[in-house]
């Protein structure tokens, strides 16, 4: 036997429940949803870049540094 809960008016109007009904999902449940923390968040995607940039210049100087070496031990 399962209890349901009885219908939630504030909840048939929430964002979220307005946003599956236009999908036709039959709950209110989307995946994904609010960050808890979005300060922590932005702190570590902020480390992430500088090493997604920090990477990228690593890979452009190291072809410039192997194609110097290559042309002086080939030339």
């Not at 979220?16 to 999902?25: E, I, P, S, T």
């Not at 997604?52 to 110097?68: E, N, P, R, W």
Request: a neutral charge.
């Amino acid at each position: 036997m399962t209890d349901e809960l009885p219908p939630d008016p504030e909840a048939y109007d929430s964002p979220r429940a307005v946003q599956a009904r236009k999908k036709g999902l039959p709950g209110p449940y989307i995946a994904g949803g609010g960050d808890p923390d979005p300060e922590a968040t932005r702190r570590r995607e902020r480390r992430y870049l500088w090493l997604l940039i920090a990477m990228g210049v690593t890979i452009v100087l190291a072809g410039f540094v192997l194609g110097f070496v290559a042309q002086l031990l080939g030339g």
